[in-house]
């Protein structure tokens, strides 16, 4: 059963503009990471954001993190077309940090 | 380092047979987990093993199975295949001093025909 839920499901953007995405999660968590898939590939660790964090930046790269809300935020910044690809937050199903249970995410599309 | 290595990349199977995927993870690396992926249940978790035993398991049925050799390599089995076990099949590592965030494989995409 997926804990994250992302929003929106398809995001289509003109390169150069911002692109949001959201995560809901339903239990507590130690951390909440965000992955990137190019299609039909591997995930990628983009971020991660610990419990006791409000906010994250890593270059293009801003996430959120609101414990009360259970909910997350991913915003790039600038898009280029190389960022189009499917996005994914993942949290730990239990009291510790494995496993990683993923929503079904976000699909990105940079228009040149 | 190298990274995660999955074989093979694509497989064809048919259904009532049984597959065995590989997955090599980074050198240093004592965990490895597996994932299925579809289109319409997404990510789905299998099974963790971490020093040769099974951490924590999914929810799919008993013909999935998996193991861990001492050099942490992991094989994951599918036996008496079924159409819907069709996926992309991914292995990921962690680094167990963090055992945070997970680095994956490619893949191995299964199609049951």
């Known amino acids: 059963s997926q804990q994250g839920e992302e929003d929106p499901q398809a995001l289509s953007i003109q390169e150069g503009e911002n692109a949001t995405m959201n995560c809901s999660y339903k239990?507590?968590?130690?951390?909440l990471q965000w992955y990137r898939q190019n299609s039909g590939r591997g995930l990628v660790h983009l971020i991660l954001?610990?419990?006791?964090?409000r906010e994250k930046h890593s270059g293009r790269l801003r996430v959120t993190l609101d414990t009360s809300k259970k909910s997350s935020s991913l915003l790039i910044t600038a898009s280029r077309a190389a960022d189009t690809a499917s996005y994914f937050c993942?949290?730990?199903?239990?009291?510790?940090?494995?496993?990683?249970?993923f929503g079904k995410g976000t699909r990105l599309s940079v228009i040149a | 380092k190298a990274g995660v290595t999955q074989t093979p990349r694509y497989l064809i199977k048919t259904r009532g047979q049984q597959v065995t995927l590989s997955c090599s993870p980074i050198?240093?690396?004592?965990?490895v987990s597996w994932y299925q992926q579809t289109p319409g249940q997404g990510l789905q978790f299998l099974f963790e093993?971490?020093?040769?035993?099974?951490?924590n398991k999914g929810n799919f049925p008993g013909r999935f199975s998996g193991r861990q050799f001492s050099n942490s390599r992991s094989e994951m089995n599918v036996s008496t295949l079924e159409l819907g076990d069709s996926a992309l099949y991914l292995c990921?590592?962690?680094?167990?001093?963090?055992?945070?965030?997970?680095?994956f494989g490619s893949g191995t995409q299964l199609s049951v025909l």
């Open positions: 954001i610990r419990s006791n964090e």
């Open positions: 050198s240093g690396h004592r965990s």
């Open positions: 093993y971490f020093s040769e035993t099974q951490r």
């Open positions: 990921a590592s962690t680094d167990t001093s963090t055992n945070e965030k997970l680095f």
């Open positions: 239990t507590s968590i130690n951390n």
């Open positions: 993942a949290t730990a199903r239990g009291a510790g940090n494995t496993p990683l249970v």
